[in-house]
């Protein structure tokens, strides 16, 4: 079984500028969380969703952030009119319903905005 | 309100010697979960051990071991004989079930470093 994936790995953008981040779960995953991880911080909760539904939004997600997931499969992070403060790791997790609520996480997506 | 901390930022020891990572946290539920996880520098957060609220049973998996104490709110991390690869960060995550969705509310991590 394949582990949580995201792409791309790293993402260098311009002020301005928007960019579109995916995370493909583990398969049968029906729960997908996305988290940020600021320079030498813990990661901080984004967004929920339990198979399509998008249950729960962090108030960090402004309105420039949008997340979706079609089907329920994989799952998208926009980030419209992107700022310096946007620069972060974005980790994508998911989990299993019933499996002790365990979390495993992506590799991340490393946004650098100039 | 919900926190975790981990209040040793970096720890440094010398290959073989042992270490203690400490995770103090706080909710009000009486149901919850607790986890520790690894995050070399690739950036992937590895799952270590989870723990509820209802199990405070300590756990010993090879070199590592874990002391979960409700009395204190505590979950410490120990690692026995350090080794070179145990270098990384790790975060104290605690999972609590009042909103349904079970996001995770990490620490800030302690970042250790074995020389070797």
């Known amino acids: 079984d394949t582990g949580v994936s995201q792409d791309p790995r790293h993402k260098i953008t311009k002020r301005g500028q928007n960019v579109t981040f995916r995370c493909d779960p583990i398969?049968?995953?029906?729960?997908l969380y996305w988290y940020r991880q600021t320079l030498g911080q813990g990661p901080e909760f984004l967004t929920y969703f339990q198979n399509e539904a998008q249950l729960e939004k962090s108030r960090l997600l402004s309105d420039r952030f949008s997340a979706e997931r079609p089907k329920g499969s994989f799952s998208t992070l926009e980030i419209q009119r992107t700022e310096q403060g946007d620069s972060a790791m974005y980790l994508c997790?998911?989990?299993?319903?019933?499996?002790?609520?365990?979390?495993?996480f992506g590799p991340g997506t490393r946004l650098l905005v100039l | 309100a919900q926190k975790v901390t981990q209040a040793q930022t970096e720890i440094s020891v010398v290959e073989k010697e042992d270490v203690t990572l400490d995770c103090v946290y706080e909710t009000r539920d009486t149901t919850y979960y607790l986890f520790w996880y690894k995050q070399p520098p690739s950036g992937e957060l590895v799952f270590l051990i989870r723990r509820n609220s209802f199990d405070e049973q300590n756990e010993i998996s090879g070199r590592y071991s874990w002391n979960f104490q409700k009395s204190t709110s505590s979950f410490n991390f120990t690692i026995t004989a350090s080794q070179v690869v145990d270098s990384a960060v790790y975060f104290c995550?605690?999972?609590?079930?009042?909103?349904?969705?079970?996001?995770?509310?990490f620490g800030t991590g302690t970042r250790l470093k074995v020389l070797a």
């Open positions: 995550a605690l999972s609590a079930t009042t909103s349904g969705t079970y996001k995770y509310i």
């Open positions: 398969s049968e995953h029906n729960r």
């Open positions: 997790a998911s989990s299993l319903v019933g499996e002790m609520k365990t979390q495993y």
